[in-house]
């Protein structure tokens, strides 16, 4: 008796993902969200047959609901449903299997431990760089170079609402930039300023 309220069952829930996909093709987006609802379970499961690993098989259940999705239109609702949904499932299966197997081929997995370094110089913070040796060099700027230099890369301002506030002209605020940029590497690397 149970086998056979089974199987009543089973053909009930085949016949109700038969009619929420024909209503899916009719631009019934509730039908069509139940549908998906529905079927992602037995997905996951039929994914897990094939896949250890719950990223593969979150990534192939997602990858056969982009092809129900796309190919949607090709169900014909006088034919069941779950027929058409395994071969779907399966060819994807097979395609992500076949991907992994050309990956893994290709591919040397390294455990995160190699990832690291193991010399202890190598996992010190570095230190808080110095800006008072920039601050002394922008100081020292030509006041149009250092108006340039502040508004642009202080304020970040565009070049056009730099030179509104400087009434500087859009050219000459680049120039003056440029020279400030030069100055400063020149500077700060210790070449001292050839602006």
Do not use: C
């Not at 299997?97 to 193991?118: A, N, S, W």
Request: charged letters at 30%.
């Amino acid at each position: 008796m149970t086998d056979e309220a089974d199987q009543r069952r089973a053909a009930d829930q085949a016949r109700e993902l038969a009619n929420l996909m024909a209503a899916a093709q009719d631009g019934d987006r509730r039908a069509y969200a139940a549908l998906l609802q529905a079927v992602t379970p037995y997905l996951r499961a039929q994914a897990r047959r094939y896949f250890r690993n719950t990223q593969d098989v979150e990534d192939v259940v997602q990858e056969i609901l982009l092809t129900v999705h796309r190919v949607r239109q090709t169900y014909d609702p006088e034919r069941p449903f779950m027929p058409w949904l395994t071969a779907i499932a399966r060819r994807r299966v097979v395609d992500r299997l076949r991907g992994k197997g050309r990956r893994e081929t290709r591919e040397i997995v390294i455990p995160p431990d190699h990832e690291t370094f193991t010399e202890v110089a190598a996992n010190i913070e570095p230190e808080a760089p110095d800006h008072s040796a920039l601050h002394a060099a922008v100081a020292a700027l030509p006041p149009g170079q250092r108006l340039a230099v502040e508004l642009l890369k202080f304020q970040d301002l565009s070049l056009k609402e730099a030179s509104e506030r400087s009434g500087m002209s859009v050219g000459s605020l680049k120039v003056a930039a440029h020279r400030a940029y030069k100055s400063l590497r020149a500077a700060l690397s210790g070449g001292g300023n050839d602006a």
